[in-house]
């Protein structure tokens, strides 16, 4: 959620929270009354962790409580924020410069200086924080403040995309100096230069967020946002029709119920967010590279994209996004199923077809089971669909829906319905993802998928600085993940939020898979007003 790469473990409490939420809709900010037309309530699926940048909270820009040193504008081009212009980069690459906005604050009324912003990168770089950033900088060697208005960064080597790391929101030293940031009371109250200030966080229920007066950026055109984490696609759904919502993230059959109804808008958010089938090496099954390329040319992603999606949403054949220029278009495939192509597959490898139409080798059945989170109603019918591809070229695939703490505990020996994807740079996400020495670690490369090649690429792939030599280095990446299939790649989404009607403000963008709280439809909030 760069965040845990997973939905948040915190399930809504059903009815203490719909009691708790239409209160709050119904009385303090009742439909037409001044306190509604100031607040906003929006309803997303997940729950964050932490509200601390440095543990991985909207790492990415838009978090609505911090800031970064630099923002991503409507077209995810990199402007200023926190420093006064873009951070400048050495001719050799390796020491970025950047100097501060002037009177700046943050929400208790600290005025930020460059100190603050060398304790944020340090705490990340602290091996006894458990920030899962670390090495998404492990190129910085030592990050410095001249003079209370100066950041200077110095990197071990060259790293074309670092200036796009800097979006990271920054923390005031003196709130986290000397304590153990794991467990700091920050984490649930922190403290920002955002537009928003945290007024509370009731968990399982929702976020509550307050005007910052005194933003840097200008004050907020409305004066309050809740945020609930509402878990279930179909409640969520329910409750935006009841009016409880002024806007909310539906999976995509649900978002086209709202096309036509009055007072509503549906948008549908291009993104570089894929979805697929993991699939672990140590599985006597999935670990078989016959049974995984043949699942790969065996799913019908068109049928995926036009059902399941609603239209909303692409065939995915790999990790990079088609609208990267990094992407290799040698690395997709035939969008509908081949099941010919698939049975040679699994023909030629030894695996022949029983009296049940099973297939086997060696006295085991190509079975095996496909998790999923359960209330996630999109991966649940994508699960449904490869289960019935796959049943056509003689695999058993057995979905199954799950909650977080049960997937975890299973998620090295059972292939699973995950989501990734960044619309930023290929060294975002995948580097992790498809690395060797991240084999294992959590929803990082829970597969334990491991290639010399790969490995190789995506190391050059974030060492060079020459753009067509970082292409060249992607292009094989793309190449060898195809040629080894350890996820079946299924569709890139576009993100579908419903929005009542009236709403001015609202500006879509590419989005990335981790959105939520921040980088989603409401990036932008803190300028959206009612018509």
């Not at 997303?44 to 990415?60: K, S």
């Not at 940031?181 to 109250?189: L, T």
């Not at 949403?313 to 035939?334: C, I, L, N, Q």
Request: hydrophobic content about 45%; overall charge positive.
């Amino acid at each position: 959620m760069v965040r845990s790469h997973r939905p948040a473990r915190r399930l809504i409490a059903a009815v203490a929270g719909l009691l708790l939420l239409t209160a709050c809709s119904s009385t303090a900010a009742g439909p037409g009354s001044p306190a509604a037309s100031s607040t906003f309530v929006v309803a997303i699926a997940g729950e964050p962790d932490t509200l601390n940048p440095v543990l991985n909270f909207g790492v990415d820009g838009a978090s609505l409580i911090f800031d970064g040193l630099v923002a991503r504008d409507a077209q995810n081009v990199l402007a200023p924020a926190l420093a006064a212009g873009l951070p400048t980069v050495s001719a050799d690459g390796r020491t970025v410069t950047a100097k501060l906005r002037k009177g700046v604050t943050f929400h208790d009324g600290g005025q930020l200086t460059a100190a603050d912003v060398v304790f944020t990168y340090r705490a990340v770089l602290d091996p006894k924080v458990d920030s899962i950033l670390r090495s998404d900088l492990d190129m910085l060697a030592t990050v410095t403040a001249p003079d209370p208005a100066t950041v200077v960064f110095t990197l071990r080597h060259a790293y074309a995309p670092f200036l796009q790391r800097l979006t990271l929101g920054i923390v005031p030293a003196k709130s986290l100096s000397g304590q153990d940031i794991n467990k700091a009371a920050f984490n649930r109250q922190p403290i920002g230069t955002g537009p928003y200030r945290v007024e509370s966080w009731t968990a399982g229920d929702r976020l509550v967020l307050t005007a910052n007066d005194t933003y840097w950026g200008g004050r907020p055109a409305n004066r309050k946002l809740i945020v609930a984490f509402v878990a279930d696609d179909n409640v969520r759904a329910q409750r935006m029709r009841a009016g409880e919502f002024d806007a909310a993230e539906l999976a995509p059959k649900l978002a086209a119920g709202f096309d036509n109804a009055t007072g509503y808008t549906v948008q549908r958010v291009p993104t570089a967010d894929y979805r697929g089938v993991m699939l672990p090496f140590g599985s006597p099954v999935t670990g078989d590279l016959a049974v995984r390329r043949a699942l790969s040319v065996g799913v019908d992603r068109a049928a995926m994209v036009r059902g399941v999606l609603a239209g909303a949403g692409e065939p995915a054949f790999g990790p990079v996004p088609p609208t990267s220029e990094f992407a290799d278009p040698t690395a997709a495939a035939k969008t509908s199923a081949d099941t010919a192509a698939a049975a040679a597959l699994l023909d030629a490898a030894g695996w022949t077809p029983g009296a049940d139409g099973i297939r086997a080798k060696g006295g085991r059945q190509a079975a095996f089971t496909l998790m999923y989170p359960a209330g996630d109603s999109l991966r649940k019918e994508l699960a449904l669909a490869v289960s019935a591809d796959a049943k056509r070229i003689g695999i058993k695939v057995s979905p199954e829906g799950l909650t977080w703490d049960a997937i975890d505990a299973r998620i090295t020996r059972d292939a699973l319905l995950m989501g990734f994807g960044t619309p930023y740079d290929p060294d975002f996400v995948s580097y992790k993802l498809f690395g060797s020495k991240f084999a294992a670690q959590g929803y990082f490369n829970p597969g334990s998928y491991r290639s010399p090649v790969a490995d190789r690429a995506l190391q050059d792939g974030r060492d060079q600085a020459d753009p067509a030599r970082r292409r060249a280095a992607y292009a094989t990446f793309q190449r060898q993940l195809a040629a080894d299939a350890p996820w079946v790649f299924l569709t890139y989404l576009k993100h579908t939020y419903v929005v009542r009607a009236g709403i001015t403000g609202v500006t879509p963008r590419v989005e990335a898979h981790e959105h939520g709280v921040a980088n989603s439809l409401w990036w932008n909030i803190n300028t959206w007003t009612r018509a």
